[in-house]
Each structure stands twice: as C-alpha cells, then as structure tokens.
C-alpha cells in the first residue's frame, strides 16, 4: 500500500526468497501512499483481490500505512480475517520454527470489521466520548444478536503497558467484554488519508466443533438477522446508540 512495509516485504521476497519482482505490488513508500488508501482491505487492495481471483497464486498480503494490520487472502481470493489469520497460525505451530517452543494458545473466533471514513474529527471525538460514558454503565446487561443472548462481563478504555520500558499507551480502543470472551470494540483511528476514521470491531468466540458457523461468512452471520442492518448496543430511556452497518 505504499507504506512502511514496503522494503520489508521486497528485502525478505524477492531478495532472500527469489520471488518475481512482478508478484509484489505498492512496495515503494510514499509520503501520500501514491494517491491511495492506505487501508488493507478488500475495497482499497482492490489490484491484489482481482489477481488472487484468478487463482494461480496461493496466498496474498496486504499491510496498511504503518504496518500494524494486514489482510490475507487464500487460494481464489479467499479473505481471512484477522483473527482468523491468528487462529491459522496457532492451529500449525509446529509448523514455524520460532514458535515451536513457545507456549501459544489459540481459539478460532467469527470477526467483522466495520470502518467509517473521512468522519469530521470534532464528531468522531464527541461520539467516542459520549459511548464510553454510556457504556460504563452496561455491565451485567444482556444484548442478543442472531439467537445468541451475551451478557457484558466488563467494559474498559483499553491501555498498553509496555514490557521493556513500562511506558503506558492509553486510549487504544473501547472495549465491551461478554462472559463468552466475545467483544466489542471501537477505536478512533486517524491512518486514513482524510479525516477520522471509526473502527468498530464484531469480535464472536466460534466452537472449533461448530463447522456451520466457522466456515460461514463473518459479515453474513452479523446481518443475517437484521433487517436493516444496524446493530442496536446501548439503549436507555430516551435514547439508543446504534451503529449502522448498510
């Protein structure tokens, strides 16, 4: 995408690997992303999805600006989700020799991404605060989508400490947590091009046994149930926050 990756990803494939320069696509970085967005996904990695469709290659990847996030994509275009991806990787483990001894646990779980773009930055703001406020006040309370009941276990403005320094990365995403280990979280993200953007995450724990909903579309069953496509989050008296997904 024209981002920090860029040399990474031509230094280890082509250089160490001996993979065609050809395969290897927005690898220079440029201050304005070339015109693009810089956002890996399917709308504005738009060239690889069309290439993986053909189906001569096996597995595709895309990083955004700063390279904190990226999307896979199988055989035909196939697109793996993030958590998914993570999932992946635990299941073959054995498979990667850095991993091989070291304790890793993993569980597959059902994720949407939602983003909402080029959002005026004094509103985007102003919705976070008034949904963090909100949303402290939902523990206990149970919500319901697609025949499942969850009941919110905890909710928090999420924060890093780092390992090595100890330095403290505070507001890093809203999160509400159910008893599930499923989660909802919001984050204010200023990566795009122009203005804000809000990230809102369906993040839903998936039996590795229950094959129907683990092979399923992530977005289908999100929606499948809602007519118009809007999930209903905290509700009071007067007023409902909702976030609408059409």
């Not at 220079?28 to 709308?43: S, Y």
């Not at 001894?101 to 993993?106: K, L, R, Y």
């Not at 697609?146 to 890093?160: P, R, S």
């Amino acid at each position: 995408m024209h981002g920090a990756t860029g040399p990474y990803v031509s230094t280890i494939f082509n250089d160490l690997l001996g993979c065609v320069g050809t395969d290897l696509l927005r690898t220079v970085p440029k201050p304005d992303f070339g015109g693009c967005h810089p956002d890996p996904n399917l709308t504005y990695a738009k060239d690889l999805v069309d290439r993986m469709r053909v189906g001569e290659v096996d597995m595709g990847a895309a990083f955004d600006g700063d390279g904190d996030r990226n999307m896979i994509l199988g055989k035909s275009a196939f697109f793996v989700c993030p958590s998914d991806s993570l999932a992946v990787i635990a299941n073959h483990i054995d498979c990667i020799p850095y991993f091989k001894n070291i304790n890793v646990a993993g569980k597959w779980k059902n994720e949407k991404l939602y983003d909402y773009e080029n959002v005026e930055s004094g509103g985007a703001n102003l919705l976070m605060t008034f949904l963090e406020a909100s949303m402290n006040a939902s523990k206990g309370k149970e919500l319901s989508a697609n025949g499942v009941t969850y009941k919110v276990a905890h909710t928090d403005n999420f924060e890093y400490t780092d390992p090595v320094d100890g330095s403290v990365a505070k507001k890093q995403g809203l999160r509400v947590l159910f008893e599930d280990e499923s989660r909802l979280v919001f984050r204010l993200c200023g990566t795009g091009s122009a203005g804000a953007t809000i990230r809102f995450y369906v993040d839903s724990y998936v039996s590795p046994h229950d094959t129907n909903k683990l092979y399923s579309s992530a977005q289908a069953s999100t929606l499948s149930h809602s007519s118009h496509r809007s999930i209903s989050l905290f509700s009071g008296s007067t007023q409902t926050i909702g976030i609408d997904c059409s």
